[in-house]
Every structure is written in structure tokens, then in C-alpha cells.
């Protein structure tokens, strides 16, 4: 493989990263940015019991990443960084379909539950080696512009919540759907092992 074809493919990898945790800053701060609205699909009618009960899915999102953080980093050093990445980005999907169609605030809570899992026990441990492994020499930078993509998340949702905030607030679920879908597809292309597979090569090479 040239230089040139190695390169373009940690740069996919890269760009899928930052696919990911653009997708995943509006996770963060979905159920806070729409709260009015979600309560209000779930059926409450009192403005503080649905605040209570969106600030209840909030903590069981909190929940889900303590819960998986622990177990992340050790999966994805077994199985790779793939796997955890795709199952991750599915499990977006998932959790925002639910969020999408559920009526019970229960639901809503296991959903942010699953969304929480799929971030620190999924992405969290794929996806922070990855980009060091994909860029060793700017590993730093590189993880760096995970927050930066947050950020940026974090910016451009909540003005896009208040310009949908009316009946067609949906939108505000439909885009991290499409852009989970999307980061499904990256990360089941990207090659994050293409590295670890070139150090074992030379590895073996150095060995015979």
C-alpha cells in the first residue's frame, strides 16, 4: 500500500471520529434543548412533573455511561475498534427512534440509558484509540478535535431546536437519526485496524 493510500485511510478514520462525536454532542444535550416538547409527547400537562421527568431521562443517560465505561476500553483492545464503533453508531440509531416514537417517559429513560451505553461503553473505548492509533504523531491534536466537534454540536443544535420548536420539532430528531445512520455506514467502512495490522507485519518481519 503507498503512503498516499495509507494516509487517505487514516483520514477516513479520522473523519468518522469526529462523525461520531458530532452525533453524539447532540445526544448530550437533546432531551435538555427539546424539553417542552418531549414532555409533552409523554403526556404530561404539568409544566414542573415534566420537567421532572425529562431531567429523569437526562440521569439515566448518566447512568448507562457509568455503568459501561469500565468495560469499554478493555472490549474494544480485544475485538477491536470496529465492532464497538458500528454497534455503537446502531445503537444511536436505535435510541433515537425511540425518542422519536415513544409516548412513556419510561421508555424515554431506557432510551437514554442505551444512548449512554452506546457512548462510554461503545465509542468511548473504540473510538478515542482509534484516532491516536490512526494519527500517532498528532494523537493529541487529534483528540483534541473531539471536543472541538462537541462544541460545535453543542453551538449549532440548540439553534436549530429553537428555530424547530414548534410542531415541526420532530426535525430536531430526525437529523441525529440520519446522522447516526450515517455514522453507521462510516464506521463500517473505515479500516481502524490497518495500522495494528502493518506493526504486525513489521513485527514479523523484523522477527524472520
Request: net charge positive; glycine share 8%; with cysteine.
Amino acid at each position: 500500500m503507498s503512503a498516499a493510500q495509507t494516509a487517505k485511510k487514516y483520514l477516513f478514520a479520522i473523519a468518522t471520529v469526529y462523525m461520531c462525536y458530532l452525533t453524539h454532542g447532540i445526544q448530550a444535550i437533546i432531551y435538555s434543548q427539546n424539553q417542552v416538547n418531549f414532555y409533552t409527547q409523554w403526556g404530561y400537562t404539568d409544566a414542573t412533573a415534566g420537567a421532572a421527568a425529562v431531567a429523569l431521562a437526562i440521569t439515566w443517560t448518566g447512568v448507562g455511561k457509568f455503568v459501561s465505561v469500565w468495560i469499554g476500553g478493555e472490549i474494544s483492545d480485544r475485538i477491536g475498534r470496529k465492532i464497538p464503533a458500528v454497534a455503537g453508531a446502531v445503537l444511536y440509531v436505535i435510541c433515537f427512534a425511540i425518542m422519536y416514537l415513544t409516548t412513556d417517559s419510561t421508555i424515554a429513560c431506557v432510551a437514554g440509558f442505551l444512548s449512554g451505553v452506546a457512548t462510554s461503553g461503545f465509542w468511548d473505548g473504540a473510538l478515542y484509540p482509534a484516532i491516536a492509533e490512526a494519527s500517532p504523531k498528532y494523537a493529541a491534536s487529534s483528540t483534541i478535535g473531539i471536543k472541538a466537534v462537541i462544541s460545535v454540536a453543542g453551538i449549532g443544535y440548540p439553534l436549530l431546536a429553537a428555530i424547530n420548536s414548534g410542531s415541526n420539532w420532530h426535525i430536531n430528531i430526525v437529523i441525529p437519526i440520519v446522522l447516526s445512520i450515517v455514522c453507521v455506514i462510516m464506521a463500517a467502512l473505515t479500516p481502524f485496524e490497518v495500522r495494528r495490522s502493518e506493526e504486525r507485519r513489521v513485527g514479523k518481519e523484523c522477527r524472520s
